[in-house]
């Protein structure tokens, strides 16, 4: 797109039927990255201290939400961002509210709940005004933004009633509003007119930008665990290695199957690979909180942690597998591509397996296994 046609100074959103040959990812989406990484880390970390059932309810919950935020943000940034004043103030709006989010979560525990929830409910109203308002200016916009609006703003009654619900009913509520956030689209894919939208390729890119954060959410939880122990010896340097050698290979095998892959052609096909990312972070994400732990976890608890370890690196190698079914590949790449998953799928299976009887083993033998 030729630059006498972005629009003026104040930049109304871009229309949806405009197309750029080829988009680069800009400044102004790696800043607004930032804001989501320091939610990940926050909510990684609040799940290392209460590794319960209800905490990881609650970590799953918050994960799916912030990551609905980014998402939503980021497509709307692909779809109608412009260089004007427009798209840099509703970026900086959605990072204020992501960042309101992170502080409530601080909150002491008899208020954590109330401001949590105003905090996420702002959010809400935020992303439903979000893609509301394209259609102020673009009336082609309208029929499609329709489905979006209501289940948005449904979604947002849906958080609003959980202030005056009684606690077995409040987070099966939040987990409802949940699928009302991600029901727009694949309520689309259903119109025929509809099926022919296509997940850009640079928002495959952001997807794999999002990755690498979490992968940074790892990195940290191996440096972490590292430093809880007292005494450094060869054994524990040694360790340390092999706990980043498994980060780097898990980067590896993604980046080498994932990266510069287009989505397939179709709405319903971009939504379930978008769908399929959100196993794959979360195990990122649980896989740092175990990092920090698995190195001084006591003999009483190196049992589960160890399972936990081997299952959550599972967990990852699958949904790779996942996401590559729905990327397009050259047809020399095929066949090498069904043997490699079925690799994957093999060695997650024998890692989760095997996770689970080797409990007894030396962390260094463990990880030097995997």
């Not at 970590?59 to 935020?69: D, K, N, S, T």
């Amino acid at each position: 797109m030729k630059h006498e046609h972005i629009a003026p100074w104040w930049g109304a959103p871009k229309k949806f039927s405009t197309k750029f040959a080829e988009r680069k990812i800009s400044w102004l989406e790696l800043f607004y990255d930032l804001v989501y990484t320091v939610a990940i880390a926050r909510i990684t970390t609040y799940f290392s201290q209460h590794p319960t059932l209800s905490g990881f309810l609650d970590y799953l919950y918050l994960f799916i939400m912030i990551f609905w935020g980014w998402f939503n943000g980021s497509m709307y940034h692909d779809l109608h961002g412009t260089p004007g004043i427009r798209t840099r103030l509703m970026t900086l709006w959605q990072m204020v509210a992501v960042a309101a989010m992170i502080v409530c979560l601080n909150s002491p525990q008899d208020r954590i709940m109330f401001r949590g929830t105003i905090s996420i409910m702002v959010m809400q109203l935020y992303i439903t005004y979000l893609w509301w308002s394209v259609g102020i200016y673009d009336k082609e916009h309208r029929r499609l933004n329709r489905p979006y609006t209501i289940c948005f703003l449904l979604s947002l009654l849906v958080i609003f009633s959980t202030l005056f619900l009684h606690p077995p009913y409040v987070r099966i509520a939040f987990f409802a509003s949940l699928v009302l956030n991600y029901l727009p689209p694949f309520y689309m894919s259903l119109g025929s007119r509809n099926r022919s939208f296509n997940l850009s390729p640079s928002m495959t890119e952001r997807l794999g930008l999002f990755t690498i954060i979490m992968f940074g959410e790892v990195v940290t939880g191996a440096i972490n665990g590292a430093t809880t122990v007292q005494e450094f010896s060869w054994v524990s340097w040694g360790t340390f290695v092999l706990a980043i050698l498994i980060v780097f290979a898990l980067w590896w095998i993604f980046f080498a199957l994932i990266a510069d892959r287009n989505c397939k052609e179709g709405l319903l096909k971009g939504q379930v690979m978008i769908v399929c990312y959100i196993p794959l972070l979360m195990s990122l994400g649980m896989l740092g909180a175990t990092f920090s732990g698995i190195f001084s976890a006591t003999q009483a608890a190196q049992e589960w942690t160890y399972r936990l370890f081997a299952f959550r690196i599972a967990i990852f190698l699958w949904g790779t597998v996942l996401i590559s079914n729905f990327l397009m590949y050259p047809a020399s790449y095929i066949p090498a591509r069904k043997w490699f998953q079925l690799l994957l799928v093999a060695v997650g299976a024998i890692i989760a397996v095997g996770g689970y009887f080797v409990t007894q083993l030396p962390l260094y033998l463990l990880f030097t296994i995997i």
